[in-house]
């Protein structure tokens, strides 16, 4: 430890390696004192017993459905929500019912409101077109588990950067590839696959999104794949499952 500043050495000793979890439950709110928006959303893995704040994730549970979570412990200790928490991580919404929890505060602050790094600016901002020269670049969309619609600002955001990189670049062709989680895996006791339909939609759905945002129809391909290969990409933030189902979107100046 020699030549670490007191600092340093306290922050070595309270880190904990990264693990990376993945379970089916009911998720469980929390109130919190640190105002509007500063509520809790909390995980359990029942086959651990451990408790997580899943807060982070860019989408939120419902409390009266089953949540499928993946993240990674924090590297940070910080309790702000009573359990440990898990970023980055994501939470999906699931068929099955639950009966709604909520915990009372119990002196834990929460974490007061902020806008995410990944949100979207209004219309009325003007967007600064990227500068060339331009190559070929490949944008990518994520989405929760079997689902075909966009994550609320998150996904919106860097849809935004792509359709503002495109209209910069004015690329003569774009591939529009929509992939789905299609091979079965067995979590929480669920045997959890995406509905093979799905990545068409994914693609279909994103195609119409460029067109209706000016992209020409004619230059744009269309394609799908099942059975998606994890990918590291940093939309994804490390997360192998969440970087399965996705759409890329292929641009070729």
Sequence with gaps: ?????????????TQVSAETV???????????DSGKKS???LAEDRTSGRRYDVSLAPSKPDWNHEVLVEGETASAPATPCGDPALDPVRTSILPGSCTRQ?????????????????NVA??????????????ARTFHLLYDFDADFLIYQYDDYFLDA????LRAARP???????????????????????????????????TEALVRLGVDPKIITTR?????AAVNIPEADGLAEASRRRVDIAAIP
Excluded: N
């Design 224 to 228: 799908w794949r099942r059975a998606a």
């Design 172 to 206: 003569r062709a774009i591939t529009v590839t929509g992939y789905a989680a299609t091979i079965a895996a067995t979590v929480s006791g669920h045997l959890l696959a995406e509905d093979p339909g799905i990545a068409r939609r994914r693609a279909e759905k994103t």
């Design 122 to 135: 209004p219309m009325a901002v003007a967007r600064i077109a990227p500068p060339g020269p331009y190559s």
């Design 39 to 41: 509520g809790c959303w």
């Design 162 to 165: 792509a359709i503002t990189w």
């Design 22 to 32: 993945r379970f089916v439950t009911c998720p469980v709110y929390r109130d919190a």
């Design 1 to 13: 430890m020699k030549g670490l500043t007191a600092l340093a050495l306290l922050a070595a000793t």
């Design 102 to 118: 909520m915990l009372p505060a119990e002196g834990y602050p929460g974490r007061k409101f902020v806008l995410p790094q990944r």
